[in-house]
């Protein structure tokens, strides 16, 4: 039996996942225990918590698999450096630091637990797309697939194209720095003013506000080649001079402005973050998210043209939490069936570094994953101490299902609390905040009262999946609210709370046999609504 922990350390959105003889146990971001978005460092909580579900001590693990491997890549690093960067001593030493503080994971879990080193596990490190891959691939069920990973950078490589057969991983062409997709839609992200780690989605959201006047001119950033990749034009980015680094203080991370001057020339002032949004700002959103669409577009022609016989394709990356250019990849039907993982993201690789390592093991077999409920979980007795601490008024529900379905249907905001928390940065009904999707002032109440966040914003809605197709434009399964899907044009003003402006939503598909409490819900509303799905968000 081969236990293996799985880590996304050093790095935003750490997080820690338990595999053992293939099986995913447990996992859990750092931010689920300190409450930081996006939490870097090291994830010690996520930890003890995997550990603690797998009924474990660290002693038991035969493995530890970080979804990173800095030594390989080192050298070409500090070579690129040299080329031409200021400040290349200090940059140089940033990067050495970097591949030691990866060699002290066992020590650091040693001083932590309080064990000598040579009783903590070997230390494995997997590549980060590697990681990435690994995260979707053996989850989705497939014995083959295409695989495709995709993100801004990591272990200097922003793009990787691989096969995935019997377990296994062939990697087949990767886009190396400082040439990267997501690097592209973050700098545009942060001349938009949204310079929080994260913000990317933002940008996603205000896209459907504007018009793509901008697609040619921002075209130019970016050439898509006839080898089916594709390379930027390093004058508008800072990093190919001074590099890409992620920075964190008190675990919050952030990444420094990665637009030029040239930029500045070319498209005008970045805005504010405060400032009002402009028509410009709202086309250049609507622009480079034309242009991410035709790129990812691209590349997986590239890849369908590598592997013509494989009709799947699994994809991950932080460019795979982009919902909308998911669902036009999916439309397209290059690969007719697509899997997206419920965590793309850098908290994905410590699911995928970990299920990395327990597939070299040729008998190992994954279940196919469809519920992420993979995080905490807390009994009725310790939720009610809890309660009678805070000295908050509460009663036990004879039927809580029923409740709930007639407090939404009276317009009640209402935060559901079910089972195991999610894994990954959707709320897919273990820690969810529930609305009637019938009301349009709710959208607004939840923007600005419980969310605190941009009026712009869209929600998403959990739909039965059996009655999917008499809302929405498609009968696919979007488990993890991974696509962006029409609303039917009849439909729309029966359901304003979830229908964004361009017309789409973005939906979990919600099946009775993979999520039977939350499915038992929404069964409810509709009983006493007609409608078979509610307004979901986190």
């Known amino acids: 039996m081969a236990t293996i922990l799985g880590l996304n350390c050093f790095h935003a959105d750490a997080a820690a996942a338990l595999v053992q003889d293939g099986r995913l146990l447990a996992a859990a971001e750092e931010e689920r225990f300190n409450r930081i978005k996006h939490s870097a460092g090291f994830p010690m909580e996520a930890v003890r918590f995997v550990l603690r579900q797998g009924g474990l001590d660290l002693r038991d693990v035969d493995a530890i698999a970080v979804g990173m491997k800095p030594i390989d890549h080192v050298q070409e690093e500090i070579l690129q450096i040299l080329s031409g960067r200021p400040n290349y001593s200090r940059q140089i030493q940033k990067r050495l630091d970097a591949v030691a503080r990866f060699r002290d994971v066992r020590a650091l879990l040693a001083r932590e637990f309080g064990y000598p080193k040579d009783e903590i596990p070997r230390l494995e490190e997997i590549s980060h797309h590697v990681a990435h891959v690994y995260s979707a691939y053996p989850c989705s069920g497939w014995k083959e697939a295409a695989l495709l990973s995709l993100d801004g950078f990591g272990d200097f490589c922003s793009t990787m194209l691989a096969h995935g057969e019997g377990g296994k991983v062939e990697v087949l062409e990767t886009v190396r720095f400082p040439h990267s997709l997501g690097v592209l839609y973050t700098m545009v992200t942060q001349f938009l003013g949204f310079n929080r780690y994260g913000d990317e989605g933002k940008v996603m959201g205000l896209a459907a506000l504007g018009e793509p006047v901008y697609f040619e001119r921002l075209h130019q950033l970016v050439q ?152 905490p979980s807390f009994s009725a007795d310790e939720i009610e101490r809890e309660l009678e601490g805070s000295g908050l008024r509460y009663e036990r529900s004879a039927d809580v299902h029923k409740e709930v379905a007639a407090l939404l249907d009276e317009g009640k905001i209402v935060g559901w609390f079910r089972g195991r928390a999610e894994f990954g940065p959707r709320a897919l009904g273990g820690r969810s905040i529930l609305a009637d999707p019938r009301r349009a002032e709710t959208r607004d109440v939840l923007n600005t009262r419980v969310k605190f966040r941009e009026s712009f914003r869209p929600f998403a809605a959990s739909v039965l999946f059996e009655r999917q197709t008499e809302f929405f434009d498609s009968d696919y399964p979007s488990r993890f609210m991974s696509y962006a899907v029409e609303v039917h044009e009849d439909k729309r003003a029966e359901i304003p709370g979830v229908v964004h402006a361009d017309g789409t939503c973005r939906i979990q598909s919600v099946a009775a046999e993979e999520h039977p409490d939350f499915h038992k819900l929404i069964s409810a509303f509709a009983e006493r609504t007609g409608l078979p799905l509610v307004l979901n968000t986190s």
Request: with cysteine; net charge negative; glycine share 6%.
């Open 224 to 375: 898509l080649e006839d080898d089916g990749l594709f390379r930027l034009d390093p004058s508008y980015f800072t990093h190919p001079v001074y590099g890409l680094d992620m920075i964190w203080e008190d675990r919050v991370p952030y990444m420094e402005d990665l637009f030029s001057e040239r930029m500045i020339e070319v498209f005008g002032m970045p805005r504010h973050r405060y400032a009002e949004i402009s028509v410009r700002d709202r086309d250049l959103a609507a622009s480079v998210q034309k242009v991410l669409e035709e790129g990812l577009l691209h590349v997986v022609g590239r890849l369908r043209k590598l592997l013509p016989d494989t009709p799947r394709l699994c994809f991950a990356g932080g460019v795979a939490l982009n919902c909308v250019a998911n669902s036009v990849l999916q439309k397209a039907k290059i690969f007719p069936e697509v899997y997206v993982p419920p965590a793309p993201n850098d908290a994905g690789t410590a699911i995928g570094a970990a299920l990395a390592v327990a597939h070299r093991d040729p008998s190992i077999y994954t279940p196919i994953f469809s519920n992420a409920q993979l995080g």
